[in-house]
């Protein structure tokens, strides 16, 4: 009898995450990224293994962010500015247009969570996976 009221409410939790995630796709817009967050990356730049913290903060707005990236790069450690602008979808990806220090700008992808995104950039053998989480979140 408990198993049976432990899957009850088991499947009772999952629904209910469920419909909370697709409540939540269903709002996405530039709204959906407002504010400051941390975000940590990595990756590797022509087999030159890159890692990064940057912080970031969001203007839906203006559909614009700034911030920092502190990158380690095979050792040896940098701070850069960073400016984007970005366009949040109703099914919650997004695109940017991201640019870091004097380097050219480069187009990136990522998908909105209810507490962060999740980001994936590659281009001409430079790859970076992450994800950032909004300051202040649990």
Known sequence: MISKTLR??????????????????????????????????GGNNSGTPVIALS???????????????TENTD??????SLTAT?????????????RVGSHPAVNVAFVVTPTGFLFLFQKLGATSSGFGVKQGSG
Do not use: K, P
């Open 8 to 41: 009850i409410a088991r499947m009772f939790v999952l629904a209910s995450f469920a419909l909370s995630s697709a409540a939540w796709a269903a709002t996405c817009s530039n709204a959906s990224l407002s504010g400051t967050y941390g975000f940590l990356h």
């Open 55 to 69: 912080q970031a903060t969001f203007d839906s707005s203006a559909g614009a962010y700034t911030g920092e990236v």
């Open 75 to 80: 050792g040896v450690i940098t701070t850069e």
């Open 86 to 98: 970005y366009a949040v979808v109703s099914n919650c990806t997004v695109t940017a247009s991201v």
